[in-house]
């Protein structure tokens, strides 16, 4: 699976590392002094339970930048599916840099694959209905792009990365404006070339955005009756995204409305770490 994901810049994986080994590390790791300089160790990292696998590219980079000697040979990929006590990897180098970078590397590891994890649930919810299962905005600060990853790990796709790569026009935006008509017009003499959703209440909102030439519609907190009179007054029309107090437990009502696409912010911003542990062999 990992050939088919497209990782962030190289660069942009390089800056988390150095941001969190920066934290961690500060003006030198104490402990992992007290180890011979020449001693090395062998390692094998264990997942502890099912997991979907993600963060790949940013524990590697974290043996890198502390030390290029180390050798990391991976025992499964990004997006694989993982079960109770699997190894996922087998690492050899100078026991300083190992042990100095332990609990970064397993930092991203851990939540890159929560979030992969979480975002696998909700894409198996929904299976056979259709639905695209979308990420959001709301991200661990400073990990947009990691976690935008991990949700391709876990079979999901990506919204928008910012407020910078597509128009989402909401409530306030509308307030601001007038009126739905006028955000769009403006919108569309503005940035032609972006994808133009609207936020929307209402059917009547509905038909003024879709008269006004948006793409897609974010039906919020539609229940589900109402979802299901949207998608038969519109689909096909317009792009039709369900959000807005979206749980995995009535997911699947809620896909087989009939909506294109459903976006929940619980993939990313509720994760819950997977239990991975790193044995020395």
Request: glycine fraction near 12%; aromatic fraction near 4%.
């Given at each position: 699976m990992a050939s088919r994901l497209q990782t962030p810049p190289a660069e942009q994986i390089a800056e988390d590392v150095r941001c969190a080994l920066r934290e961690d590390l500060g003006s030198g790791d104490c402990t992992a002094m007290l180890v011979p300089e020449h001693q090395a160790l062998e390692t094998r990292v264990l997942c502890r339970e099912n997991a979907v696998l993600a963060g790949q590219p940013w524990f590697t980079e974290t043996f890198r930048q502390l030390d290029p000697k180390i050798r990391i040979e991976w025992r499964a990929r990004d997006g694989d599916?993982?079960?109770?006590?699997?190894?996922?990897?087998?690492?050899?180098?100078?026991?300083?840099?190992?042990?100095?970078?332990?609990?970064?590397?397993?930092?991203?590891?851990?939540?890159?694959?929560?979030?992969?994890?979480?975002?696998?649930?909700?894409?198996?919810?929904?299976?056979?209905?259709?639905?695209?299962?979308?990420?959001?905005?709301?991200?661990?600060?400073?990990?947009?792009?990691?976690?935008?990853?991990?949700?391709?790990?876990?079979?999901?796709?990506?919204?928008?990365?910012?407020?910078?790569d597509a128009l989402l026009i909401k409530e306030n935006h509308i307030a601001a404006s007038g009126s739905i008509r006028v955000a769009v017009e403006q919108a569309q003499q503005h940035y032609p070339d972006l994808l133009l959703e609207v936020e929307v209440e209402t059917l009547e909102q509905l038909e003024e955005a879709f008269a006004a030439g948006a793409q897609r519609v974010l039906l919020d907190n539609f229940p589900v009756q109402r979802l299901a009179e949207a998608v038969r007054l519109y689909k096909g029309r317009i792009g039709l995204e369900a959000s807005g107090g979206i749980e995995l437990e009535s997911i699947r009502q809620v896909a087989e409305s009939g909506v294109d696409f459903i976006s929940t912010g619980d993939i990313t911003k509720s994760v819950r770490a997977v239990d991975f542990s790193m044995r020395f062999v």
């Open positions: 599916r993982l079960a109770p006590d699997q190894e996922v990897l087998r690492m050899r180098g100078p026991a300083r840099a190992v042990l100095s970078g332990e609990r970064t590397a397993l930092n991203f590891l851990q939540t890159l694959s929560g979030t992969a994890t979480r975002t696998r649930a909700y894409v198996d919810a929904v299976d056979g209905t259709g639905v695209t299962i979308l990420d959001t905005r709301k991200t661990l600060p400073g990990l947009r792009l990691a976690q935008k990853y991990a949700v391709l790990c876990g079979g999901g796709s990506n919204h928008r990365i910012g407020l910078f």
